[in-house]
């Protein structure tokens, strides 16, 4: 997954819920050094909270991104991000 | 028979001079034996020497004991007594984890689930050398010695599930069906074989929680544990060996501080927690859940638990209930008398007044 576009990460999930697995990769493919390039706001839900998880991204180019983990895999999160970052590597390269 | 040989010998090389000197002269015997060997010899009961054996064989053959009259002894097992054969082979890293995990979650009363986002192995040693010396303070301030043995350690997350399934629906006790044949069933000869002693891992006199057994009572459970959802991704436990209130405090307080209960340790007398290194690691950390006593439990229930005074607040708390208890039967008792002291002393007053005012009349 390309991450060195992301400036900022905010995420909410119950972990006692099976659709949290998706944000707990998405953070955990996040690099090691992720802290000092981004800002990460994580909320971890209590465990009888019906609260639906969700992700938010935001891009250098200053790109919002509302992802709905409830329905997609890692993979397909993967997909999504990685289409815009991938734009702004073009972008980037074009410029040189 | 040594000795009568070595007496035979001894007379032949006696008699072997006359023998020579005889020689020249008249016949002498072939073979010259003394009168009395020759006696021995020819009544001698050509069965004595066996007869000798055979008695001598019976009185060294000891009686078989007792318990093996009633029960067999089952055929020699195939495998040592330590290592019964395994559902998964022994010699895999995965089986050895498996069992170490089982072996964790039967003794640990506490499990801290968290979650570790690519910690670095300088951030890992960080937050385990901060959170030693702060439990040391712990142990030291209450005379305990936990902090050795408190574990931080990352787990293989599908290994886990798998042991943690073990450990709580398998009991190795409640199978207990292992063969008792007797002596007289045919199949109890020393050459049969009895199934508790082939090297099988399907053998359900198997009770090891690797076993075949363990697995098939296990499984089933799999969908429906509450801890499942868990049980993915980068995992690390947090291991308690008891269940210690103070420590769980200091516990979270360096790994996911919270301002009134759990707050962080000041910069001025643990620089050490507020180094780079630490914070960077401790930001990577997720507190996701914990298993208390087979139950589980999530963040918000942990931190109630670690709030508990323990045994010493406990009993504080127990000692100031029984005192409010005893004011309170005292004041009850004493007030029926105090009120008839009064009724009797405002009486003796009333009439005191009434004597006064007919003297005074």
Redesign the interface.
Same mark, same amino acid.
């Given at each position: 997954m390309i991450t060195k576009h992301i400036t900022e990460v905010t995420t909410r999930f119950n972990p006692f819920k099976k659709p949290s697995k998706t944000c707990r990769v998405f953070l955990a493919y996040l690099p090691a050094n992720a802290r000092t390039t981004m800002k990460i706001n994580t909320t971890v839900l209590p465990r009888d909270s019906p609260e639906p998880s969700f992700l938010k991204l935001k891009f250098k180019d200053g790109k919002e991104m509302q992802l709905d983990t409830e329905k997609l895999k890692i993979n397909d999160l993967e997909e999504e991000v990685d289409r815009h970052s991938r734009t702004l590597n073009r972008k980037a390269d074009l410029e040189g | 028979m040594i000795t009568r040989h070595s007496y035979y010998n001894t007379y032949t090389w006696l008699s072997s001079p006359s023998h020579r000197t005889s020689a020249s002269g008249a016949m002498a015997p072939i073979l010259p034996i003394c009168s009395r060997c020759l006696h021995h010899l020819h009544n001698k009961p050509t069965t004595f020497t066996t007869y000798r054996t055979l008695s001598t064989a019976s009185a060294i053959t000891p009686a078989p004991p007792i318990h093996q009259t009633t029960t067999s002894v089952p055929p020699i097992a195939r495998f040592p007594p330590t290592q019964p054969p395994s559902h998964k082979p022994p010699e895999y890293r995965k089986t050895q984890l498996h069992r170490q995990y089982t072996s964790l979650l039967r003794s640990a009363p506490l499990l801290l689930l968290f %979650?570790h $986002? $690519?910690? !670095?192995a300088t951030e890992w040693m960080a937050i385990r050398r901060e959170l030693h010396s702060a439990l040391l303070a712990t142990d030291e301030s209450l005379n305990t010695s936990y902090a050795s043995h408190i574990k931080f350690q990352a787990i293989q997350a599908g290994i886990f599930e798998s042991a943690l399934l073990v450990a709580e629906h398998y009991d190795p006790s409640s199978n207990n069906n292992a063969s008792t044949p007797h002596p007289t069933d045919p199949s109890t000869s020393s050459s049969a074989q009895i199934p508790n002693h082939l090297p099988s891992p399907q053998d359900p006199t198997l009770t090891h929680s690797l076993s075949h057994h363990a697995y098939t009572t296990a499984h089933p459970h799999k969908k429906t544990h509450?801890l499942r959802?868990?049980l993915? *991704?980068?995992l690390a436990t947090l291991s308690f060996p008891t269940l210690s209130p103070p420590h769980i405090r200091t516990t979270l307080s360096i790994l996911s501080p919270k301002a009134p209960t759990f707050p962080a340790p000041l910069r001025r007398t643990n620089p050490g927690y507020w180094d780079a290194t630490t914070q *960077?690691g401790l %930001? !990577?950390l997720?507190?996701? *859940?914990a298993r208390v006593e087979g139950r589980?439990f999530?963040?918000?229930?942990i931190r109630w638990v670690g709030g508990l005074e323990g045994m010493e607040g406990l009993r504080g708390e127990l000692v100031g209930i029984l005192g409010s208890v005893g004011m309170g039967v005292t004041g009850a008792l004493e007030g029926v008398g105090r009120g008839l002291w009064m009724t009797v002393e405002g009486r003796r007053g009333m009439l005191e007044e009434e004597e006064k005012g007919k003297g005074g009349e």
């Open positions: - | %979650q $986002n $690519n910690l !670095k509450p959802p868990l993915s *991704g980068p *960077g %930001q !990577k997720l507190l996701l *859940g589980v999530d963040m918000e229930r």
